[in-house]
């Protein structure tokens, strides 16, 4: 009897070791945590403690209103996503187990979550425009894994934060349009924003902030004046091929209307000659004129002699030139009454000059 309780006290001492060691073998995952951003859904784990050498599988499941079901069979990943197995508004527990050899863990439960309450929304886009002294906030929502953002939260707004730079001191801002003008600003001052979305009760995360120099109210944007540096020199442009097709098409008009004219060969060999004929007259020497004196005598005539024919010599003197040399001049009776004018029988004395 004796022998026998012994033998039964080292049998249990050797269950209960036996599985003290095999409970010992696979530990349970540790730091078991829930990740959801932008409404997708994440299971995530560590390894267990000092089994840094130890490669290990790991299983994951997922309940929604009744059962587990399994998405990730024995895998060595140390997360399991989840996003396509979840709806938006959808409420879940969550499982794991690690696996060595074909043994498992315990299994390392989560708490029943609906995605939408988890889910963190990752910082918005921002970018900033500034024209005619004002700043615009343009804001992009995140892309979402499930739908759109505001389709899951319905209203939503922005909490946008803007300063000097290099100040510390923030203004502040809630509005739900996308785009917003930031008010009171000083021109030609470098302003830096950052933003956050507002929805439910909770903040997404904040964005990087951007600066941006406010510009003047009387700056006009360098696009205007591209443009209108281009209208003009397209203005210019049409002018000048307008006033050159002007010129040549009235010229030509001119060539049609009034054609060249060739002279004959004829007329302008006379034109020539009369030219150059032209040219010698002025410029040679003018020739001097010359003149002689004639001076005619007549001597009074004896009555006897009136009725006879008068034929004698008439004298012609001349003096004052040596080209004019004397002469003799027969008159006859019938030529007298022209040449000689007579009075009274009077002697008579007649001068002629010819010039």
């Not at 490669?55 to 990730?72: D, H, I, Q, R, S």
């Not at 000083?186 to 990087?208: A, D, K």
């Amino acid at each position: 009897m004796p022998a026998l309780s012994c033998l039964s006290v080292v049998l249990l001492f050797y269950i209960f070791c036996l599985t003290a060691v095999l409970s010992e073998k696979v530990p349970a995952p540790e730091n078991v945590r829930m990740i959801s951003l932008n409404m997708g859904l994440v299971l995530e784990w560590d390894p267990p403690q000092n089994t840094t050498n130890t490669l290990f599988n790991y299983t994951a499941e997922m309940k929604g209103w009744n059962m587990y079901k399994p998405v990730c069979l024995s895998s060595s990943s140390l997360s399991c996503d989840f996003t396509d197995k979840v709806s938006v508004f959808g409420t879940y527990q969550l499982r794991v187990r690690a696996e060595l050899h074909g043994e498992t863990s315990d299994w390392v439960e989560t708490e029943k979550l609906s995605v939408d309450e988890i889910t963190e929304i990752s910082a918005p886009h921002v970018q900033l425009r500034s024209r005619k002294g004002q700043t615009e906030v343009d804001i992009t929502d995140p892309p979402m894994k499930k739908k759109n953002l505001r389709d899951i939260f319905g209203n939503i707004s922005y909490l946008i934060r803007f300063w000097k730079d290099g100040e510390t001191k923030k203004e502040e801002l809630i509005r739900e349009q996308n785009r917003v003008m930031l008010p009171r600003l000083e021109p030609l001052v470098n302003y830096c924003v950052e933003v956050e979305i507002l929805y439910l009760s909770n903040t997404s995360q904040t964005s990087n902030f951007t600066c941006l120099t406010n510009t003047s109210s009387n700056e006009v944007e360098s696009w205007l004046i591209a443009v209108v540096l281009l209208v003009s020199f397209l203005v210019v442009l049409v002018a000048v091929v307008l006033i050159f097709l002007a010129v040549w098409f009235g010229y030509r008009g001119c060539r049609i209307i009034f054609p060249d004219a060739d002279l004959p060969e004829d007329l302008k060999k006379f034109w020539s000659q009369r030219s150059s004929i032209l040219s010698a007259m002025q410029e040679s020497t003018p020739v001097k004129e010359h003149f002689c004196e004639l001076r005619i005598l007549h001597k009074e005539l004896n009555s006897s002699q009136d009725n006879q024919q008068i034929e004698g010599p008439i004298r012609i003197q001349t003096h004052k030139n040596e080209f004019c040399i004397g002469a003799d001049v027969k008159q006859s009776s019938e030529e007298k009454s022209e040449m000689i004018i007579t009075t009274e029988q009077k002697p008579l004395l007649a001068e002629m000059r010819l010039w």
